[in-house]
T-cell receptor, first 113, second 116 residues
């Protein structure tokens, strides 16, 4: 069974540009989470989808971040326009309805220069 | 005060020894507790979860939870060089299997090095 897959693995963009991160959860997992780790800090929750609906977006830092999960399958996280402080590793995780434990992807390392 | 605190380490133990990793949390409403292992550049991998006071053993790993002291620990017996990684403690306010079970609050992680 494939795990949580994230694309790209690395992205370097200039301040002011737009970047879109993608996450493919484990097949059949209704719950999808985005997290972020900035350098020197702990991994922090951004938001939670249940299927295509946003269950909790309390961790989203500001309105430059837009997450979508069309059709309840893969999800995208768009940052527009990117700022220097957006640099970090963005993790996606998914879980099923029964057990609930979250499985993480390898992350996308975003560098804004 | 951070919600979840871990000693960042690095913690260095000899091969074959017991590695003890500690974590404290501030929210008494926390119900579920997780230990993830993360190798450099890889995804966090769930190795243990616990939600009842006491000990839970799985192979060489034992998780210990004391809700009164707001303390959770992970013991690794017979440590191997392959156990060298960052260990992340995470907590959740949801009961097991709840809708928001994957919404986790993480500590900064403890770097463990097991030397031959």
């Amino acid at each position: 069974e494939a795990g949580v897959t994230q694309f790209p693995s690395h992205s370097v963009i200039e301040k002011g540009q737009t970047v879109t991160l993608r996450c493919d959860p484990i097949s059949g997992h209704d719950n999808l989470y985005w997290y972020r780790r900035v350098m020197g800090k702990e991994i922090k929750f951004l938001l939670h989808f249940v299927k295509e609906s946003k269950q909790d977006e309390s961790g989203m830092p500001n309105n430059r971040f837009l997450a979508e999960r069309t059709g309840g399958t893969y999800s995208t996280l768009k940052v527009q326009p990117a700022e220097l402080e957006d640099s970090g590793v963005y993790f996606c995780a998914s879980s099923d309805r029964v057990r609930g434990e979250a499985f993480f992807g390898q992350g996308t390392r975003l560098t804004v220069v | 005060q951070k919600e979840v605190e871990q000693n960042s380490g690095p913690l260095s133990v000899p091969e074959g020894a017991i590695a003890s990793l500690n974590c404290t949390y501030s929210d008494r409403g926390s119900q579920s507790f997780f230990w993830y292992r993360q190798y450099s550049g890889k995804s966090p991998e769930l190795i243990m979860f616990i939600y009842s006071n006491g000990d839970k053993e799985d192979g060489r790993f034992t998780a210990q939870l004391n809700k009164a002291s707001q303390y959770v620990s992970l013991l690794i017996r017979d440590s191997q060089p392959s156990d060298s990684a960052t260990y992340l403690c995470a907590v959740n306010k949801a009961a097991a299997g709840g809708t928001s079970y994957g919404k986790l609050t993480f500590g900064q992680g403890t770097i463990l090095t097991v030397h031959p």
